[in-house]
T-cell receptor
Framework: GAVVSQHPSRVICKSGTSVKIECRSL??????MFWYRQFPKKSLMLMAT?????????EQGVEKDKFLINHASLTLSTLTVTSAHPEDSSFYIC???????????????FGPGTRLTVL | KNEVEQSPQNLTAQEGEFITINCSYS?????LHWLQQHPGGGIVSLFM???GKKKHGRLIATINIQEKHSSLHITASHPRDSAVYIC???????????FGEGTQLTVNP
């Protein structure tokens, strides 16, 4: 089956610094990647959708200058939290979707998530 | 009203019990996902359904497209099944998911 990895799994940073989270599809080409955020005891909230080679589409209320998304290749998308603040502390999850997988078309495969703590 | 509603929100069961978690949605969908999230947060995709029924081990997922309803069943539940189970719908193929609030399942030995 398709595998999506995220790195790092946990990160602690100081307020004001920037943090980059990587999402990789390991054995398939991801035409679309999604970035989600999860607050404690809440469900996932879509932040943005990125298609390889084009600008990400952000959901309403998500600051695109704060959460920079790059999807430069079919196997890698990155989320950079710029000038992080304690309220950015959250669990960030990516998923990857590919058209035309032989065994399961058009489904989404989730990464394991990255827990960000901003001090 | 949320587009995706799950019930119950919390469920406690004894080991061995048969468990059902329900998901209702209000939009047209191309697929419905059942996800499992363990403490610590990692998400595992259990099923993707567009019709009928799927079975994997002790897990069974069904969907009724006309009634806009899906159920996740766990047979012979075990404490290791304790997790949050999340229903999510995909409105068009390969598109964003809309998530339910999740069902916290606790299976006691």
């Amino acid at each position: 089956g398709a595998v999506v990895s995220q790195h790092p799994s946990r990160v602690i940073c100081k307020s004001g610094t920037s943090v980059k989270i990587e999402c990789r599809s390991l054995d398939f080409q991801a035409t679309t990647m999604f970035w989600y955020r999860q607050f404690p005891k809440k469900s996932l909230m879509l932040m943005a959708t990125s298609n390889e080679g084009s600008k990400a589409t952000y959901e309403q209320g998500v600051e695109k200058d704060k959460f920079l998304i790059n999807h430069a290749s079919l196997t890698l998308s990155t989320l950079t939290v710029t000038s992080a603040h304690p309220e950015d502390s959250s669990f960030y999850i990516c998923s990857a979707s590919s058209l035309g997988l032989v065994w399961e078309s058009d489904t989404q495969y989730f990464g394991p998530g990255t827990r960000l703590t901003v001090l | 009203k949320n587009e995706v509603e799950q019930s119950p929100q919390n469920l406690t069961a004894q080991e061995g019990e048969f468990i059902t978690i329900n998901c209702s949605y209000s939009v047209g969908i191309s697929a419905l996902h059942w996800l499992q999230q363990h403490p610590g947060g990692g998400i595992v995709s259990l099923f993707m359904l567009s019709s009928g029924k799927k079975k994997h081990g002790r897990l069974i997922a069904t969907i009724n497209i006309q009634e806009k309803h899906s159920s996740l069943h766990i047979t012979a539940s075990h404490p290791r099944d304790s997790a949050v189970y999340i229903c999510a719908v995909e409105e068009t193929s390969g598109s964003r998911l809309t998530f339910g609030e999740g069902t916290q399942l606790t299976v006691n030995p």
